[in-house]
């Protein structure tokens, strides 16, 4: 599947029952995957008067879904492609629906409903386990962890010293001052939106990242590098080209990596705002959609 599109690898979306449903939105890769499955051209015309059409994916291809609980190998049973505009895209959508075969280790790896997964669209499918991982820690320990992790990269940033402005509490929805934390097997993952002052009255900075590290950070790895972002009335400043990260959680990924789904929200542009998946180890961003991507 990948090859309908060189730059798509993986994709994002949810599972439901025995399925999992990952989108593309790209114009390119809809047009050449419908191709593949029909062998024709037109799917602009095909689409005319229609917000969708579906394709039998005829089972012949393959992709691994990750999640929490692991990698499950699964089968394309069926391809849909959004008109433009249908998805709150303004390009083509392509949605794959891919089944997970019953039973066996395979199907004890397919995840749970209504969860992120990670669709691999170029490895051989696989099967495996998500890892144990370390117990989700107390509110206020989370929150503690949370400001340390702030604090550090306040330093990374290396530029004047600034001052918290409100102790971070613990909300993945909330623009400033909060984070998360998500247990990993040796570590936990920390993303941060934290405001501080410093310079000029009325000069506030935010700082935001995601870290990996563990409680004591004896280790501290940025698996999405802090930066500094000024702020004008809480939104981020126009002359910035910044955005702020949000940790939504994380899935198996091969080698024993984890891939973590982190939110881009960008207040300049509200329109590139986007869900990703990032590779913990290297920093890259291995699937991505738009944030406010939702096909009927």
């Known amino acids: 599947m990948a090859c309908a599109g060189g730059r798509h690898r993986a994709a994002l979306g949810w599972s439901l029952g025995g399925e999992a449903h990952v989108f593309i939105a790209d114009d390119d890769f809809a047009r050449s995957f419908y191709h593949q499955l029909t062998g024709k051209r037109d799917l602009m015309d095909a689409l005319e008067g229609h917000q969708l059409i579906a394709v039998d994916g005829r089972n012949t291809r393959s992709a691994t879904v990750l999640s929490s609980n692991g990698a499950a190998p699964a089968r394309l049973s069926l391809a849909r492609f959004h008109a433009p505009q249908t998805c709150g895209y303004t390009g083509l959508v392509t949605e794959l629906v891919l089944a997970f075969p019953p039973g066996g280790a395979a199907g004890r790896r397919a995840p749970p409903s209504h969860v992120t997964v990670v669709a691999l669209l170029d490895h051989a499918a696989f099967a495996g386990g998500g890892g144990a991982t370390r117990p989700a820690l107390p509110s206020r320990a989370a929150m503690a962890l949370i400001r340390r992790v702030a604090d550090r990269a306040e330093h990374a940033t290396r530029g004047a010293p600034l001052g918290l402005l409100h102790p971070p509490t613990v909300d993945a929805d909330q623009a400033a001052d909060a984070g998360e934390v998500v247990p990993l ?16 009255a009325g000069d506030t900075t935010l700082i935001t990242g995601v870290a990996i590290a563990d409680t004591g950070l004896h280790h501290v790895h940025w698996a999405v590098r802090p930066q500094r972002l000024r702020l004008a009335g809480g939104m981020i400043r126009r002359t910035n080209s910044g955005v702020r990260y949000s940790l939504r959680g994380a899935v198996a990924a091969p080698g024993g990596d984890r891939y973590l789904l982190v939110d881009e929200f960008a207040d300049v542009s509200p329109g590139d705002s986007r869900a990703t998946a990032v590779a913990a180890e290297t920093r890259h961003v291995v699937a991505a959609q738009p944030l406010a991507l939702r096909c009927p």
């Open 185 to 200: 097997e040796s570590a936990y993952g920390v993303g941060f939106r934290a405001s501080y002052v410093g310079g000029g």
